[in-house]
T-cell receptor, first 112, second 110 residues
């Protein structure tokens, strides 16, 4: 199994540009989540999904959209990038609420 | 709102010493608690998962305890090695969402 994969690894955007961060898992996990990690702030939940077709907001959802059309994929869309969205983004998945969570390697995003 | 705190923020120990990392949370209505390790520039690696009905979990040199009533979990790492140097994070599952602490940065010196 490849586990949780994320692309790209690095990205630089200009303010106002849009882009999609890709996340995929091959473990048939129902739960998937997106986090951002900032120095001194820890990991904060952006959006999460408990199955295909079901998504919900986390702690910091503004400026981000998600959809879950398949079990495997959970892309994160930045609608209009802002410097405040400069961060490291992690995707994670787990089989269900009673199971451990697995993380992808992260995407380092810089918005200038 | 659930708040998760990890103290200390940083810790340096000589090789061979036992490590004790603390995690506290404000709302005892948790589903489970998970400990992770993060190496610089990398993602998080799961170490141990403790269900709310459990008191502890063990894996090799690692042992994690959970006391829901006092809102505390402790991660013990026995006989530390330089390879244990990393940041350790705890995360509490409340209502299906994981709330993370800020982590404890550990350095094990040879």
């Amino acid at each position: 199994n490849a586990g949780v994969t994320q692309t790209p690894k690095f990205q630089v955007l200009k303010t106002g540009q849009s882009m999609t961060l890709q996340c995929a898992q091959d473990m048939n996990h129902e739960y998937m989540s997106w986090y951002r990690q900032d120095p001194g702030m820890g990991l904060r939940l952006i959006h999460y999904s408990v199955g295909a077709g079901i998504t919900d907001q986390g702690e910091v959802p503004n400026g981000y959209n998600v959809s879950r059309s398949t079990t495997e994929d959970f892309p994160l869309r930045l609608l209009s990038a802002a410097p405040s969205q400069t961060s490291v983004y992690f995707c994670a998945s787990r089989k269900g609420q009673s199971y451990e969570q697995y993380f992808g390697p992260g995407t380092r995003l810089t918005v200038t | 709102k659930q708040e998760v705190t990890q103290i200390p923020a940083a810790l340096s120990v000589p090789e061979g010493e036992n490590l004790v990392l603390n995690c506290s949370f404000t709302d005892s209505a948790i589903y489970n608690l998970q400990w992770f390790r993060q190496d610089p520039g990398k993602g998080l690696t799961s170490l141990l998962l403790i269900q709310s009905s459990q008191r502890e979990q063990t894996s090799g040199r690692l042992n994690a305890s959970l006391d829901k009533s006092s809102g505390r979990s402790t991660l013990y790492i026995a006989a530390s090695q330089p390879g244990d140097s990393a940041t350790y994070l705890c995360a509490v599952d409340s209502w299906g969402k994981l709330q993370f602490g800020a982590g404890t940065q550990v350095v094990v010196t040879p």
